[in-house]
């Protein structure tokens, strides 16, 4: 009985000294200073995103999209290739070019998917690049920013298919819980208006510029965007797979582009285009069911068509969209009638 009483009146004396102590912590000064942080953290993350929103192309993009009618003919997807390639206007009525600079295969199928479920469209027709460097690991994991990208892209989904949940699940706090972390990249790009910021298409003159100094710049394009070490990344390849089955299960037809490029550039990427002939072509883009262009060396030889080794300008684009009309009427992916002569050039 003594040593229970013992016990009791030790385990009475360590609680009272747990409340003291408890009394003595600051509770106040600390949620005070919490307080503060969250006012802090809510008025930087809106802050940024009143910066990123109204100047990001993806977003500029989105609001052009909208206006679109809910019959869409042709809808093309992916990066700066077609994006710089293809003048919707050229292709008739209820064409949508929503592809975008920088826009790697997996952004590619979430914000197609996205737009087209969010404004459900009915879209007769998809074009998807297919160019030597589509699947490469180069710049596969570039999300920045991910609070844009994020309205997009399931993280959470990515974390579980690619079983890379710290990799991912980052992505995901970065887009949701503290989009301004890490931002000095993006904050830069508005500053100089360049990447995911830039106005405008390409209008240069690849052409102009002296042989030497165009075979430099098309080896250097290519080894940078072979520089990521695998020619079809896996990430990007299920990507493409999911794409296909989505876009098919909603009938849509799909067209396979390899675009344009300067000779120099493309001879540099053989290995690549061989990787992706091998590896998806036949498998995941299936000729029986898809309409396949290779058009990488339509333009060899007019270097004047290009405002750098792989993205057409002005004139490049007016001759290509022509020419693609042309090619899509026949095939049966357009009905329109199609002039003899194209447009004059600008």
Same mark, same amino acid.
């Given at each position: 009985?003594?040593?229970?009483?013992?016990?009791?009146?030790?385990?009475?004396?360590?609680?009272?000294? +747990? %409340?003291?102590?408890?009394?003595?912590?600051?509770?106040?000064?600390? &949620?005070?200073?919490?307080?503060?942080?969250?006012?802090?953290?809510?008025?930087?993350?809106?802050?940024?995103?009143?910066?990123?929103?109204?100047?990001?192309?993806?977003?500029?993009?989105?609001?052009?999209?909208?206006?679109?009618?809910?019959?869409?003919?042709?809808?093309?997807?992916?990066?700066?290739?077609?994006?710089?390639?293809?003048?919707?206007?050229?292709?008739?009525?209820?064409?949508?070019?929503? $592809?975008?600079?920088?826009?790697?295969?997996?952004?590619?199928?979430?914000?197609?998917?996205?737009?087209?479920?969010?404004?459900?469209?009915?879209?007769?027709?998809?074009?998807?690049?297919? %160019?030597?460097?589509?699947?490469?690991?180069?710049?596969?994991?570039?999300?920045?920013?991910?609070?844009?990208?994020?309205?997009?892209?399931?993280?959470?989904?990515?974390?579980?298919?690619?079983?890379?949940?710290? !990799?991912?699940?980052?992505?995901?706090?970065?887009?949701?819980?503290?989009?301004?972390?890490?931002?000095?990249?993006?904050?830069?790009?508005?500053?100089?208006?360049?990447?995911?910021?830039?106005?405008?298409?390409?209008?240069?003159?690849?052409? $102009?510029?002296?042989? !030497?100094?165009?075979?430099?710049?098309?080896?250097?394009?290519?080894? /940078?965007?072979?520089?990521?070490?695998? +020619?079809?990344?896996?990430?990007?390849?299920?990507?493409?797979?999911?794409?296909?089955?989505?876009?098919?299960?909603?009938?849509?037809?799909?067209?396979?582009?390899?675009?344009? /490029?300067?000779? /120099?550039? /493309?001879?540099?990427?053989?290995?690549?285009?061989?990787?992706?002939?091998?590896?998806?072509?036949?498998?995941?883009?299936?000729?029986? !069911?898809? +309409? &396949?262009?290779?058009?990488?060396?339509?333009?060899?030889?007019?270097?004047?068509?290009?405002?750098?080794?792989?993205?057409?300008?002005?004139?490049?684009?007016?001759?290509?969209?022509?020419?693609?009309?042309?090619?899509?009427?026949?095939?049966?992916?357009?009905?329109?009638?199609?002039? %003899?002569?194209?447009?004059? &050039?600008?």
């Amino acid at each position: 009985m003594g040593v229970a009483s013992g016990h009791l009146f030790h385990c009475t004396q360590h609680m009272s000294k +747990l %409340d003291s102590a408890m009394t003595r912590v600051p509770w106040p000064y600390i &949620l005070t200073w919490l307080g503060l942080g969250l006012l802090v953290h809510v008025a930087l993350s809106v802050s940024y995103w009143q910066l990123v929103a109204p100047r990001h192309k993806a977003l500029r993009s989105d609001a052009v999209v909208a206006q679109a009618p809910t019959h869409v003919r042709v809808w093309i997807t992916g990066d700066s290739h077609p994006r710089t390639a293809i003048d919707p206007r050229g292709l008739g009525p209820a064409v949508v070019n929503a $592809a975008i600079g920088g826009q790697h295969m997996t952004k590619s199928y979430y914000r197609t998917r996205t737009l087209i479920e969010r404004h459900d469209f009915d879209v007769d027709v998809m074009i998807v690049p297919l %160019d030597p460097v589509t699947l490469t690991s180069w710049n596969s994991h570039q999300y920045a920013p991910e609070m844009v990208w994020g309205q997009y892209v399931d993280f959470v989904e990515l974390a579980v298919v690619h079983s890379d949940p710290f !990799r991912y699940l980052g992505y995901w706090l970065e887009a949701h819980v503290v989009p301004y972390m890490g931002e000095l990249r993006s904050l830069n790009q508005i500053r100089t208006g360049r990447y995911g910021f830039g106005a405008g298409l390409p209008n240069g003159n690849y052409g $102009a510029q002296p042989p !030497r100094i165009r075979r430099q710049s098309a080896i250097e394009s290519a080894e /940078a965007h072979l520089a990521g070490g695998k +020619l079809v990344d896996p990430t990007q390849a299920w990507a493409l797979q999911q794409l296909v089955t989505w876009a098919e299960a909603r009938g849509i037809r799909l067209v396979f582009i390899r675009f344009p /490029a300067a000779r /120099a550039y /493309a001879l540099r990427l053989g290995e690549a285009r061989h990787a992706i002939d091998e590896t998806i072509v036949g498998s995941i883009v299936d000729p029986e !069911r898809h +309409l &396949l262009l290779d058009h990488e060396s339509l333009f060899f030889g007019r270097d004047g068509l290009f405002s750098d080794p792989h993205h057409l300008n002005g004139r490049g684009r007016t001759l290509y969209t022509f020419g693609l009309k042309r090619v899509l009427t026949e095939r049966g992916y357009l009905t329109d009638a199609v002039s %003899d002569e194209p447009p004059p &050039l600008r």
